[in-house]
């Protein structure tokens, strides 16, 4: 495994940001689904560390819920089921295997930073689906231990307690 790579992983897992951006007297009333979210995993839940926090809405699920997909600025980390976008100010990645749920009132916390197309939009969910496209994406791991499959643990590890909350959902409508 490259160093550099490595000495990346080890920076992101020590990132935090150093003040919370989130202003409670701004409320971002109107969730756009295609829209990619910027802000603070502690705005969702104190007990969790102040790191960044970026998503996209892909879905309105319920009266208040959204389908969002996690998205992440170390695009180096990219495997081959992450769709790596240019949005202008930056080059992110699209985590397509990486869903979780949140409400409006969780979302309206968050700064919308970037609008996708609605054939983006599309074309990340056909490939999500399984559909080929002629979207970059990035390298397929080939050893477990690639450092890329770490980085997608400890991914999934800070929104996981959002990503089942749609069973719970599933259980009220029984």
């Given at each position: 495994?490259?160093?550099w790579?490595?000495d990346?992983?080890?920076?992101?897992?020590?990132e935090?940001l150093?003040e919370?951006i989130?202003?409670?007297?701004i409320?971002?009333?109107?969730i756009?689904?295609?829209?990619?979210?910027?802000?603070?995993?502690k705005t969702?839940?104190e007990?969790?560390?102040?790191?960044?926090?970026?998503?996209?809405?892909?879905?309105?699920?319920?009266?208040?819920?959204y389908?969002?997909?996690?998205?992440s600025?170390?695009?180096?980390?990219?495997t081959n089921?992450d769709?790596?976008l240019d949005?202008?100010?930056m080059t992110?990645?699209i985590?397509?295997?990486?869903?979780?749920?949140?409400?409006?009132?969780?979302?309206s916390?968050?700064?919308p930073i970037?609008?996708?197309?609605?054939e983006?939009?599309?074309?990340?969910?056909?490939?999500?689906d399984?559909?080929?496209?002629n979207?970059?994406?990035?390298?397929?791991?080939?050893?477990?231990?690639?450092?890329?499959?770490?980085?997608?643990?400890?991914e999934?590890?800070?929104?996981?307690?959002f990503?089942g909350?749609?069973?719970?959902?599933?259980?009220?409508?029984?």
């Open positions: 495994m490259a160093k790579l490595n990346l992983f080890n920076e992101y897992l020590q935090e150093e919370n989130y202003d409670g007297s409320s971002n009333k109107q756009n689904v295609g829209e990619i979210y910027f802000g603070s995993l969702l839940n007990n969790k560390p102040n790191k960044p926090l970026y998503f996209l809405v892909v879905d309105k699920v319920d009266d208040d819920l389908e969002v997909l996690k998205v600025d170390h695009h180096l980390f990219a089921s769709v790596i949005i202008g100010t992110v990645m985590e397509t295997a990486n869903n979780f749920y949140l409400t409006s009132e969780e979302i916390k968050f700064i970037h609008k996708i197309s609605e983006e939009l599309n074309k990340i969910l056909a490939f999500r399984g559909h080929q496209s979207l970059k994406t990035g390298f397929t791991p080939i050893f477990e231990d690639d450092i890329r499959n770490k980085f997608k643990k400890e999934f590890n800070q929104i996981k307690e990503h909350r749609i069973f719970e959902i599933l259980d009220e409508d029984e």
